[in-house]
């Protein structure tokens, strides 16, 4: 549902506005809007657009404690006897500390990533005898130490015919050979360019290795163990200093959000010389508590209008429901978040979507394994909204399992457990009912959101939504009485139709004429189109797309009887694998199976819910065009 909201007013003396401010409004619940748009009258009042001189200060604290990763998400604002010079001395000196421990670790990793390098470098060669040491005190020749594609390097000699060059080749594997060249200084260039178009990879060595590649390789992992050593310390240095300080930095955090909280209510407010006031919109149950508080204050009044009074302005919306609609709200928002003055479809989509899934994927079984992933998670913190879903849809499915006689896919003449109802895949009859029960779930559906449509068309004073749209009065009659007529027409029924067909016109000629006729209800004088010629065939087209929607918008929900079979004859395939299979080979199948058919298949089923919810029901009802409450204190 959908909190009723109110719009304030708070009017006291400029002089006491921070004493105001941080007494009533700080922690109040308010969406502020400028008071120059609000109010019918500002004259005299100015708008304080000055820059938050602690502006820098949050934005430093903030960083510091995201570098540090201490959350502050918990932490209430408050205020101390602390000024804001000495916050900003801290929070420097704190960051000094910090930023040096941090570098000093930076520059052990890099160290160590070089000592890695290194070693993978020699891994390749570390069975041959060359002494590295002797490589950079070569006085008249350049080397290169690296690796060449063996396809390179048995074109190689052709490349080095005519040149005073050497290649030494050390090891090789199928696809390599490691090795070095020699070259002069006066051809270096040339040889490497030869090289270069070889595809010979350098493997570079900083010179420092002693002895044998394996002898550098040890000495090297001793440097690297060290290393981590000194990483390992220096990180226990960067923890306690943290853990040392971290409630001083909570504490300076809380303090500099008090204090920039606090001047930003300047930015909502217009002042006089003498005056402030301040506007916005507050859930209307939280009015009594702030009046109560500001009867106590003579410096400070509070004036309360409802939304019908500042009718040029549009409230926003906050959602207030149950804690097991709450993550179908999440849903609501993708589509658009309910304007103030419509239904919120939050309950009806939660109800509905929990209905249809357990309808489409009904298996005892793999409901149980949904609710509990989804339980799991939620213990976990983990998955967000779609963890919350998993337990009521995972229940549903479940039911639906006890109501199909289906546990783990055996059910039928494979069942473990008696259907309360009936099995849809048993027989063409039972599949046949499935399909049936299927549309006419999704005929009561339909008329529901005609209602709700209604229902928003009363709210929002609109008679050409009430009573002459296609989701209004005259759609809810013609489609209610052409299924009439066509269900008394499959049976053969001889009830006379004559009344039916009667009002089955009027309502093809109300949807046909809404436009006109919802402006004349409304007494606007241009009522009447001025090209009728364009008006009559713009309508008629509308008018035909309008019976259309009412086609496949009834058809679409065959989809819901449909995985309802699938589902059941999925799993069908399943168990007749199992049974066929020695031991083994059916327990492999029935996880595999399962598996497959929980994760994929659940996936499905629960995009195409929602695919019936946004197309064939929010259409019919919700506009969605709302703006979310979001109150300063938050």
Not at 58 to 87: F, N, Q, T, W
Not at 106 to 115: A, F, G, I, K, R
Not at 310 to 324: A, C, G, Q
Request: aromatic residues 12%; glycine residues 6%; hydrophobic residues 45%.
């Amino acid at each position: 549902m959908i909190s009723k909201m109110k719009f304030i007013s708070l009017v006291g003396p400029r002089s006491e506005f921070d004493r105001i401010a941080s007494d009533y409004v700080l922690d109040s619940a308010i969406e502020f809007e400028n008071p120059l748009h609000a109010l019918r009258s500002t004259g005299g009042f100015t708008m304080d657009t000055s820059p938050n001189p602690y502006e820098n200060s949050m934005k430093h604290v903030a960083d510091v404690l995201e570098y540090v990763h201490i959350d502050c998400s918990g932490v209430r604002r408050h205020d101390e006897p602390i000024s804001k010079e000495e916050l900003d001395q801290f929070l420097d000196h704190f960051d000094t500390q910090i930023h040096a421990i941090k570098q000093e670790i930076e520059s052990l990793q890099t160290e160590l990533t070089h000592y890695d390098e290194v070693v993978q470098t020699l891994i390749p060669v570390m069975d041959s005898n060359i002494q590295l040491e002797k490589l950079p005190k070569l006085q008249y020749l350049n080397y290169r130490f690296g690796k060449l594609p063996m396809s390179s390097y048995q074109k190689l000699g052709t490349y080095l015919k005519d040149l005073p060059a050497y290649f030494y080749a050390l090891t090789s594997s199928k696809d390599y050979v490691w090795g070095m060249y020699f070259v002069s200084q006066a051809h270096t260039e040339n040889v490497d360019r030869i090289f270069a178009t070889l595809y010979f990879e350098s493997l570079l060595l900083d010179g420092a290795e002693q002895g044998t590649p394996s002898q550098a390789i040890a000495a090297i992992r001793k440097k690297a163990e060290d290393t981590r050593s000194q990483i390992t310390a220096k990180r226990a240095q960067l923890e306690n200093t943290v853990k040392a300080q971290s409630k001083d930095l909570l504490k300076a955090y809380a303090c500099i959000k008090y204090h920039y909280d606090l001047y930003n209510l300047h930015h909502h407010a217009t002042v006089s010389q003498s005056s402030f006031c301040l506007t916005g919109w507050i859930d209307a149950d939280e009015v009594p508590a702030l009046q109560a508080k500001l009867q106590k204050d003579p410096a400070c009044s509070m004036i309360v209008d409802s939304p019908e009074t500042v009718s040029h302005i549009t409230p926003p919306t906050k959602l207030k429901n149950w804690r097991i609609f709450h993550p179908f709200e999440e849903f609501v928002r993708m589509y658009g978040v309910p304007n103030y003055n419509e239904i919120d479809p939050t309950p009806f989509l939660a109800v509905v979507y929990t209905l249809l899934f357990g309808i489409m994927f009904g298996d005892v079984g793999h409901g149980l394994c949904l609710a509990a992933i989804g339980l799991v998670m939620i213990l976990l913190k983990k998955g967000g909204f779609l963890a919350k879903l998993l337990v009521p849809l995972g229940l549903s499915s479940t039911l639906f399992g006890f109501m199909y006689g289906s546990v783990f896919g055996f059910e039928g003449e494979h069942a473990l457990i008696r259907p309360l109802w009936y099995t849809p895949f048993e027989g063409s009859a039972s599949m046949m009912n499935t399909l049936i029960y299927s549309v006419a779930l999704g005929v009561v559906i339909i008329l529901l959101c005609m209602a709700f449509n209604i229902v928003n068309g009363i709210r929002q004073k609109n008679w050409q939504k009430i009573l002459f749209s296609q989701n209004g009065v005259a759609g809810m009659v013609f489609y209610a009485l052409v299924l009439f007529c066509a269900i008394s027409a499959m049976q053969g029924s001889g009830h006379p139709m004559t009344v039916a067909i009667i009002f089955i016109v009027i309502s093809l000629i109300l949807m046909f004429l809404q436009e006109p006729l919802g402006k004349l209800l409304a007494k606007k004088k241009d009522w009447m189109p001025e090209e009728k010629g364009g008006f009559f065939v713009e309508a008629f087209f509308e008018l035909f797309e309008v019976i259309l929607s009412f086609v496949t918008n009834t058809v679409s929900f065959l989809r819901v009887g449909a995985f309802a079979l699938n589902h059941a004859g999925m799993m069908s395939v399943v168990v007749m694998f199992m049974l066929q299979l020695n031991p083994a080979g059916s327990v492999a199948i029935a996880i595999f199976g399962n598996l497959l058919v929980i994760g994929l298949e659940g996936l499905i089923v629960g995009i195409q819910v929602l695919r019936l919810g946004f197309y064939e029901m929010f259409s019919r009802f919700y506009s969605g065009d709302g703006r979310e409450f979001h109150p300063a204190n938050r």
